[in-house]
């Protein structure tokens, strides 16, 4: 659920609303952030660089049932020579986060921005033009991770990568090839 302060609120009553977007994506080494105006803005301490009409985020669905969706995010604009530097940075199951805030009267941001999408980096395109380049990055929602089987094997090196010390299946091969009499000290 997500809640709304007041003083959005207050806003968006106003005659005047000034909403904007904002993109968080993990690289492989850093943090890329833009929002949907020009030139930079301080949010939160992070600072955003504008993409103005450059960049673009197709609508973000939400429904009442239990179901993963996704987005797509674009921007174009690159040159050329920096794209496969771009593309080297994207990696499959990195964060990504958009949100929506508002600026008052003054041009100020208003609360924090809430979150409208977070989900991971699935799949990195590029489509070329002559000069300049479109990178677009689709997101899947954290939903579709429930949709991935967990395979588990009852074995002591699956049991090590998921709590390294622990001794509960270090037997396990013994005890299946075992052929002994369990209770050999009955009276």
């Not at 009267?105 to 699935?122: E, H, K, Q, S, Y």
């Not at 009852?154 to 002994?180: K, S």
Request: hydrophobic fraction near 40%; include cysteine; proline fraction near 4%.
């Amino acid at each position: 659920m997500r809640t709304i302060g007041a003083d959005v609120i207050a806003q968006l009553r106003a005659s005047l609303v000034r909403p904007f977007v904002t993109c968080d994506i993990q690289f492989s080494d850093q943090w890329v952030r833009f929002w949907s105006g020009v030139g930079p803005l301080v949010v939160g301490g992070n600072t955003y660089t504008g993409t103005g009409m450059l960049g673009k985020i197709s609508s973000i669905t939400e429904t009442a049932d239990v179901q993963a969706n996704g987005i797509k995010l674009s921007l174009s604009g690159i040159p050329s020579n920096l794209v496969m530097e771009a593309i080297g940075e994207c990696q499959q199951g990195q964060t990504v986060i958009v949100s929506i805030g508002f600026m008052d009267t003054n041009w100020a941001v208003i609360d924090t921005p809430a979150i409208l999408f977070r989900g991971a980096m699935d799949t990195v395109s590029i489509d070329e033009g002559a000069d300049t380049c479109t990178i677009i990055v689709t997101a899947e929602s954290r939903m579709t991770d429930l949709r991935r089987p967990r395979i588990r094997r009852y074995t002591d090196d699956d049991q090590q990568r998921t709590a390294p010390g622990d001794r509960g299946f270090e037997f396990v091969p013994m005890v299946q090839d075992w052929n002994g009499n369990w209770n050999h000290n009955r009276s």
